[in-house]
């Protein structure tokens, strides 16, 4: 038997978003949503955004099964439906259907899997979108409300984005799309006109823990890590699968000399995350130098951490951002990087070569600070 295909909207060591039973945290999401479903002017576009695992995804298929399960139609003299929770029962037909992925009235757009390379692409493609038109023509036969699912639109390409715009301006009838955002900004801002947002936010401590148990992972005893996945929980799972905590303290280590980077160090760093079999780690070094970034920012702002994500970080962080001029150079820094990573991932660069690249800048940048 072959392995299982990769799937893009799951977290390594955590259940999939729809098979997840609780959402923690987003109550407020949950209630606005409920409150434009009473109110009987349901947009047909919703933008869920938010902080990358705090919950946007799970928040997304409860939404589609509570949409899922109502009535098609509503009789003459029914009174208007005023539920408080996005809640159904597991026995539910269309939450059986579902769980299975079968849903007939369901349709989730993802990055898809390439044959050739074996690995999931790094976009979503035009492609991907185009199995829409043949979801609504077959799924109108059936009757009842339909709901596609966008994880995650910040993603789409613009051949894709431009397809979804489409159905966003013409919309089928009684269709709900939901398009799940990590990046809003990097949205078509014809995309983010024709919907309505809902807000998830960063967890509390005791939501964070919560929900890290129900994915049967703890988060005691390491301030570390609720430091760096800053309240969100994904983020902690995927720190926990990937020695997470590990990487960052080596990260610090290079950077422990700026505003001259630890260039031996810094290659070691680099070449770890050659080869197929370091893609993870790849991957996750750019996302926590983008969390580098953003922590020296918010240095510049507010001073240096109270809690440190590693050792000698904080007094790191008040040497290279003293005050908040520095601030906005970090932030700015942190977009261009963060472009270049998309970039250099999506045309497939070297993976030393880019951290390297990066790492270099942010040299250049703290000797600025040196020099001022």
């Known amino acids: 038997m072959s392995d299982p295909l990769p799937q893009p909207d799951q977290i390594e060591g955590a259940p999939h978003p729809r098979e997840t039973s609780r959402l923690f945290g987003q109550d407020q999401a949950e209630a606005d949503f409920l409150n434009a479903f009473a109110s009987g002017r349901l947009h047909s576009g919703w933008l869920i955004t938010g902080p990358r695992g705090v919950g946007k995804a799970t928040l997304a298929w409860r939404i589609a099964g509570f949409l899922l399960a109502q009535p098609s139609e509503t009789g003459l003299f029914d009174a208007p439906l005023t539920p408080d929770t996005l809640d159904i029962s597991s026995d539910h037909p269309d939450a059986r259907l579902i769980q299975s992925g079968a849903h007939p009235r369901l349709y989730v757009v993802r990055r898809p899997y390439d044959d050739k390379t074996k690995k999931l692409k790094t976009e979503i493609t035009v492609d991907a979108v185009r199995g829409l038109k043949g979801f609504f023509h077959m799924s109108a036969a059936d009757g009842g409300r339909r709901v596609v699912i966008v994880d995650a639109a910040d993603e789409l390409n613009r051949n894709a984005a431009n397809a979804i715009l489409k159905e ?171 472009a270049r990573a998309r970039h250099g991932r999506a045309v497939n660069l070297d993976p030393a070569a880019l951290i390297l690249d990066m790492i270099f800048k942010i040299e250049e940048t703290a000797q600025g600070v040196a020099a001022t």
């Not at 939901?178 to 401590?205: D, K, V």
């Not at 680099?270 to 240095?299: I, Q």
């Not at 050792?311 to 970090?330: C, S």
Request: some cysteine; aromatic content about 2%; glycine content about 6%.
């Open 168 to 338: 966003l301006e013409e919309p089928p009838q009684n269709t709900t799309l939901l398009l799940i955002a990590h990046q809003p900004a990097r949205l078509l801002p014809t995309i983010r006109s024709r919907c309505r947002e809902l807000r998830c936010s960063s967890l509390p401590p005791d939501h964070f823990g919560a929900a890290l148990e129900q994915a049967n992972h703890s988060a005691e005893g390491s301030e570390a890590l609720s430091v760096l996945a800053a309240g969100s929980p994904g983020d902690a799972i995927r720190l926990l699968n990937h020695d997470g905590l590990a990487l960052y303290t080596e990260l610090v280590k290079v950077m422990g000399g700026l505003p001259s980077i630890n260039r031996p160090a810094a290659l070691a760093l680099a070449n770890a995350c050659v080869g197929a079999a370091n893609a993870t780690r790849f991957a996750l070094l750019l996302d926590l130098m983008d969390l580098f970034l953003s922590r020296a920012a918010r240095a510049g702002l507010m001073g240096p951490p109270a809690t440190q994500a590693a050792m000698g970080e904080a007094l790191l962080l008040a040497r290279i951002a003293p005050h908040d001029q520095m601030a906005r150079q970090w932030a700015q820094l942190q977009q261009e990087l963060s």
